[in-house]
């Protein structure tokens, strides 16, 4: 799983980067509506200039100079200097030209069908150029400022705002691993985390009730059901020495109490604290004790076992539901092979197979409970319970089958 940033970090991050953003858009309108503001102080200038000629000319019928030394007036395109009129012919409607480190705006006028071009060098009168280190130098220092500001702005406002939260995550976590959780939400203010508190420990306290009472409940009903299934062994026993059944009731009825005993020592397990404790132990040994304590097994000489693992690999789990998981493959490998025979290899140092032919069907979703083959003469928990009991002990458990072998994969 990727490890993503705290959600506190992550609004002090997305705060200070949206400060930084409108601190250079800030800083970016400052210096364009400067330098716009500055040109259209200059074509203001000009336009004055040429507005003043025009009233000249009105009142005496004559052209007057410009009244300043950097104002220029020309009759034709073609006396303006070389650089200029260059420009001009590239683009007609552009009134500021630069060259030569200078700077100049003009504007076109007519007087009684004549044209004129009023030229100004303003090149003295840039404030931008001048100026723009020292501007640069403010903005830098107002960024810094605004920035210094908004990230102790944003600390403060994150940890204000998420340390309640916080603390519940905390508590969640500390209350998770003890198992408990009362009382931490008297901790918080009534306000919305202090009722998300609250429901959290709600929530938590009537999941502990249900799983108390659950443990309690399958502790005692396999306790309670350990006596007559003891009762049905004996009396098996006995119907089997007089003969009273046929082979195939006997053989039914045997199978019934072992699959009974079995899911009764299963529910007792996963009840029971115990689960949790690992040994190291042979596993050739713990598969071989799983098929001779099988009596069902034993008795029929006809099935065979082919296992093909070393002698001397170990394994760190529970000794008590492996046993488990071992005898309820092995009575499935048995009640379902085609040709009375099941292979257990290692596929590989980690991966444990349960190999036997099939016949019938393909049948998908092996591992949910009542799911079974069409010749399937049990309740469909067998494969249920085995995904259960990896699932338990840390093990991946996956099913391959095509139209005549079905294999079991055990990641341990």
């Given at each position: 799983?990727?490890?993503?940033?705290s959600?506190?970090?992550?609004v002090?991050t997305?705060?200070?980067?949206?400060?930084?953003?409108?601190?250079?858009?800030?800083?970016?309108f400052?210096?364009?509506?400067?330098?716009?503001?500055?040109?259209?102080?200059?074509?203001?200038?000009?336009?004055?200039?040429?507005?003043?000629?025009?009233?000249s000319?009105?009142?005496?019928?004559?052209?007057?100079?410009p009244r300043?030394?950097?104002?220029?007036?020309?009759?034709?395109?073609?006396?303006?200097p070389?650089?200029i009129?260059?420009?001009?012919?590239?683009d007609?409607?552009?009134?500021?030209?630069?060259?030569?480190?200078?700077?100049?705006?003009?504007?076109e006028?007519s007087?009684?069908?004549?044209?004129?071009?009023?030229?100004?060098?303003?090149?003295?009168?840039?404030?931008?150029?001048?100026?723009?280190?020292?501007?640069?130098?403010?903005?830098?220092?107002?960024?810094?400022f605004?920035?210094?500001?908004?990230?102790?702005m944003?600390?403060?406002?994150?940890?204000?705002?998420?340390?309640?939260?916080?603390?519940?995550?905390?508590?969640?976590?500390?209350?998770?691993?003890?198992?408990?959780?009362?009382?931490?939400?008297?901790?918080?203010?009534?306000?919305e985390?202090?009722?998300?508190?609250?429901?959290?420990?709600?929530?938590f306290l009537?999941?502990?009730?249900?799983?108390?009472?659950?443990r309690?409940?399958?502790?005692?009903?396999?306790?309670?059901?350990?006596?007559?299934?003891?009762?049905?062994?004996?009396?098996?026993?006995?119907?089997?020495k007089?003969?009273?059944?046929?082979?195939?009731?006997?053989?039914?009825?045997?199978?019934?109490?072992?699959?009974?005993?079995?899911?009764?020592?299963?529910?007792?397990?996963f009840?029971?604290?115990?689960?949790?404790?690992?040994?190291?132990?042979?596993?050739?040994?713990?598969?071989?004790?799983?098929?001779?304590e099988?009596?069902?097994?034993?008795?029929?000489?006809?099935?065979?076992?082919?296992?093909?693992?070393?002698?001397?690999?170990?394994?760190?789990?529970?000794?008590d539901?492996?046993?488990?998981?071992?005898?309820?493959?092995?009575?499935?490998?048995?009640?379902?092979?085609?040709?009375?025979?099941?292979?257990?290899w290692?596929?590989?140092?980690?991966?444990?197979?349960?190999?036997?032919?099939?016949?019938g069907?393909l049948?998908?979703?092996?591992?949910?409970?009542?799911?079974?083959g069409?010749?399937?003469?049990g309740?469909g928990?067998?494969?249920?319970?085995?995904?259960?009991?990896?699932?338990?002990?840390?093990?991946?458990?996956?099913?391959?089958?095509?139209?005549?072998?079905?294999?079991?994969?055990?990641?341990l």
């Amino acid at each position: 799983m990727i490890k993503e940033q705290s959600l506190q970090n992550r609004v002090i991050t997305f705060f200070l980067c949206f400060t930084l953003f409108v601190a250079v858009i800030y800083s970016l309108f400052v210096l364009v509506y400067s330098w716009v503001v500055e040109d259209n102080v200059f074509n203001k200038m000009v336009a004055d200039e040429v507005t003043y000629i025009q009233q000249s000319f009105n009142e005496t019928g004559q052209i007057p100079r410009p009244r300043a030394a950097f104002l220029n007036l020309y009759s034709n395109w073609d006396e303006l200097p070389e650089p200029i009129y260059q420009q001009h012919l590239k683009d007609i409607k552009r009134v500021e030209f630069t060259t030569n480190d200078k700077t100049y705006h003009l504007k076109e006028f007519s007087i009684d069908d004549d044209s004129f071009i009023l030229l100004a060098d303003v090149t003295a009168f840039e404030v931008g150029k001048q100026y723009f280190p020292y501007i640069s130098i403010s903005l830098i220092a107002a960024f810094l400022f605004i920035t210094f500001t908004a990230a102790i702005m944003a600390v403060g406002f994150a940890r204000r705002a998420f340390d309640p939260l916080i603390k519940l995550s905390d508590d969640v976590r500390i209350a998770k691993k003890q198992g408990m959780a009362t009382g931490f939400h008297a901790s918080f203010p009534e306000n919305e985390i202090g009722y998300l508190a609250e429901q959290i420990e709600k929530s938590f306290l009537h999941v502990q009730t249900l799983l108390d009472r659950e443990r309690d409940f399958t502790r005692d009903v396999s306790h309670e059901l350990r006596t007559p299934i003891t009762v049905l062994k004996n009396k098996m026993n006995d119907l089997n020495k007089q003969n009273i059944l046929d082979h195939t009731s006997s053989r039914m009825m045997n199978d019934a109490i072992v699959t009974l005993e079995s899911s009764i020592e299963s529910l007792l397990m996963f009840a029971r604290e115990e689960t949790t404790v690992k040994e190291e132990f042979l596993l050739i040994e713990e598969l071989e004790r799983a098929i001779l304590e099988n009596h069902t097994l034993v008795k029929d000489t006809k099935y065979e076992f082919d296992i093909d693992i070393p002698a001397n690999f170990n394994i760190k789990s529970n000794k008590d539901l492996c046993k488990i998981l071992f005898r309820n493959l092995i009575t499935n490998a048995w009640h379902h092979s085609s040709d009375k025979k099941c292979k257990i290899w290692m596929l590989d140092p980690n991966t444990l197979v349960f190999e036997n032919k099939r016949e019938g069907i393909l049948v998908s979703d092996v591992f949910n409970r009542h799911v079974k083959g069409q010749a399937s003469k049990g309740y469909g928990i067998g494969l249920h319970l085995v995904e259960r009991i990896c699932h338990h002990l840390g093990w991946a458990v996956s099913a391959h089958q095509d139209e005549e072998t079905f294999q079991l994969h055990i990641k341990l």
